[in-house]
């Protein structure tokens, strides 16, 4: 049972970090391969704070959020002067470079010997101890995370961002500043992405460089494509998909000399035949 409720703390992690970078591909139309980097701001912000100055769980996820928003308008504002192609290139260009600062300050991450002894997170005395009781916590923080989103994406707010999506020089005549609200939903989902990191860093106990790398961005990326673009319940369906699909293969019975091999290649067979046969994702209302 214990690990029934490990994988769905796991699940409900990158569900939030799922539903966070649909809104700035799925419902705004910007190909963004940078999530990783707020992640981990929120995740390094709390082990920080946490480990060396003592700080509540919740009042670390505050500073991380606010990080993470701060340095997200930094980047989101030199984001905001490209397109297309060049934006997502500029967005891998931001990963590599938050990765790399990650690994080398090592005065303040500790480089790849990571932050270990992070602590759980406490409220009033309490501690969120077990396994089930920050799955506890996780669903709640999370469903905080789903509602501002599902609240963003059926306010007019949302609605101008589907138009820049669909035609951003078109919705621009009507008078609507459209860097702007590239920029604001950017930050928005950045801080959405800070929350998920101090759960993961508070959960582990331990993070270090390699969890937010440019894969981690790419792993993303692909919950919201096979779940669907522009459909928030559809990404919390592709994390669900994403996290469990390769534990369940772990019970398929390959030969224990080829087991770790086969998984891969019946895990990816899956991913391709799913988008050869359905492109837009599971729930999907938007292609790239």
Do not use: C
Request: a neutral charge.
């Amino acid at each position: 049972m214990e690990y029934l409720y490990h994988l769905a703390v796991l699940f409900t992690i990158y569900a939030g970090l799922a539903i966070s970078l649909d809104l700035i591909v799925g419902y705004t139309g910007l190909l963004s391969v940078t999530h990783a980097a707020f992640y981990g701001f929120g995740a390094y912000s709390t082990a920080i704070l946490m480990t060396r100055y003592g700080f509540n769980f919740f009042v670390s996820v505050g500073v991380g959020v606010l990080v993470s928003m701060v340095l997200a308008l930094l980047i989101g504002y030199v984001l905001s002067r490209f397109k297309d192609d060049y934006y997502a290139l500029v967005s891998f260009g931001f990963n590599i470079i938050v990765f790399s600062i990650f690994l080398n300050w090592q005065d303040l991450t500790r480089g790849p010997l990571g932050i270990p002894g992070i602590g759980k997170p406490e409220l009033f005395g309490f501690a969120f101890s077990s396994t089930l009781e920050f799955l506890g916590l996780a669903v709640v923080l999370m469903s905080l995370v789903y509602s501002v989103a599902r609240f963003i994406v059926n306010s007019s707010f949302g609605r101008v961002l589907k138009a820049i999506r669909e035609d951003e020089k078109a919705i621009s005549v009507f008078g609507y500043d459209t860097k702007t609200y590239k920029l604001v939903i950017f930050v928005i989902s950045a801080g959405m992405a800070a929350i998920a990191g101090s759960l993961f860093a508070s959960y582990i106990t331990f993070i270090d460089p390699s969890t937010f790398t440019l894969n981690e961005s790419i792993f993303i990326l692909a919950m919201i494509i096979l779940g669907g673009l522009s459909n928030i319940r559809g990404a919390v369906l592709g994390a669900l998909f994403l996290i469990l699909l390769p534990e369940a293969l772990r019970f398929v019975g390959f030969p224990t000399d080829i087991a770790a091999q086969m998984r891969q290649v019946v895990y990816g067979a899956l991913l391709i035949g799913l988008m050869l046969y359905r492109p837009q994702g599971m729930m999907g209302e938007f292609k790239l």
